[in-house]
């Protein structure tokens, strides 16, 4: 084993009685992805032997283990436009256009954010071992807006962390079908898979988790509502499911909403015309706020809408205006 590569601890008295894998982690080297790597690949040694991750140390055992290279992703970079918004060492800030699918999954294989990513960056550091972008959130294919990656294994540990504690402000505009009810709600039904539809999320799922989702009216036109929503868990889905759940399916959602055929349906042919208009889920991600994963400080973006909702908004001004005069 190279000398540069090798790491050797002496386990003292107050390590005695600690898993192997926490006693790693606890040394600020090495990252849980990365130690989880080594330990599985056998490349951590306790007294001379290999050990598993849970083992027990006592005061005088000496752990060796090997820093390794993070392996190349099998993902195909490809040169594919992004607006990046933010860029450091260790995150960067991208305002996702509607129409990219996040990450490669069955029957998106390229043309994937992560793809992108992985031509425009030349200084990831590896994400549990490999070489790729932290994606630490996601937004649905037609949902467009701002979103964080993490370049390092460190910074996507801590910003995965700050998610899971609920403590990422999350802003969404989104154009709904309905003249809301007062200037303000809340819906807090838990969300998980549709008893029926794998495919969909739902309100009445015997699995359901917590879910918690705010809104406020930013402007009405009528029948269709602008709305703010912030939400402080982020369950797949979520916007979409607790707004239909309420009555208020967002305009050009044809999962949850059946928007298409609320459209189709509309007898005022300006307003009708307007709607079609949006071919995709008219949800945008407009803030996200968070602490830097290394430096602390609080940091906040904002996206503006993007054209085709800007449009959209413009022409329902211009609508309203003229019916009330």
Not at 217 to 222: L, M, T
Not at 263 to 274: A, K
Request: include cysteine; glycine fraction near 8%; aromatic fraction near 4%.
């Amino acid at each position: 084993m190279p000398e540069e590569e090798r790491i050797e601890f002496l386990v003292t008295d107050e390590g005695e009685g600690t898993r192997l894998d926490i006693f790693l982690s606890k040394r600020d080297l090495l990252t849980r992805s990365q130690i989880k790597r080594i330990i599985d690949e056998g490349l951590v040694w306790l007294n001379g032997k290999h050990a598993k991750p849970a083992t027990r140390l006592k005061d005088g055992d000496i752990v060796v283990a090997m820093k390794v290279e993070p392996k190349e992703s099998t993902l195909v970079p490809e040169d594919i436009p992004l607006d990046i918004v933010y860029e450091d060492s260790s995150i960067l800030l991208v305002d996702k256009s509607a129409g990219m699918v996040v990450h490669p999954a069955v029957g998106n294989y390229s043309g994937t954010l992560v793809n992108a990513l992985l031509f425009y960056c030349d200084d990831l550091s590896g994400i549990g071992g490999v070489k790729r972008p932290g994606i630490v959130h996601r937004l649905d294919k037609n949902t467009s807006g701002i979103m964080i990656v993490a370049k390092t294994d460190e910074a996507h540990v801590d910003l995965s962390r700050q998610f899971k504690n609920h403590t990422v402000k999350k802003v969404y505009r989104t154009l709904v079908h309905g003249d809301v009810k007062g200037e303000e709600g809340i819906a807090e039904l838990p969300i998980g898979r549709h008893p029926k539809d794998r495919k969909k999320m739902s309100t009445r799922s015997r699995n359901g988790k917590p879910a918690l989702t705010r809104w406020k009216v930013a402007r009405r036109f009528g029948g269709i509502t602008l709305l703010e929503v912030q939400i402080e868990t982020g369950r797949t889905h979520q916007i979409r499911v607790h707004l239909n759940t309420e009555g208020y399916s967002v305009v050009g959602d044809d999962v949850y909403g059946n928007s298409r055929k609320r459209i189709n349906t509309i007898g005022d042919t300006v307003l009708r015309g307007v709607l079609q208009k949006m071919k995709r889920q008219a949800l945008h991600a407009s803030v996200i706020g968070f602490h830097h994963p290394v430096a602390g400080s609080y940091m906040e973006f904002t996206s503006p809408l993007p054209a085709d909702m800007a449009d959209l908004c413009r022409e329902l001004e211009r609508l309203t205006n003229s019916v009330l005069s």
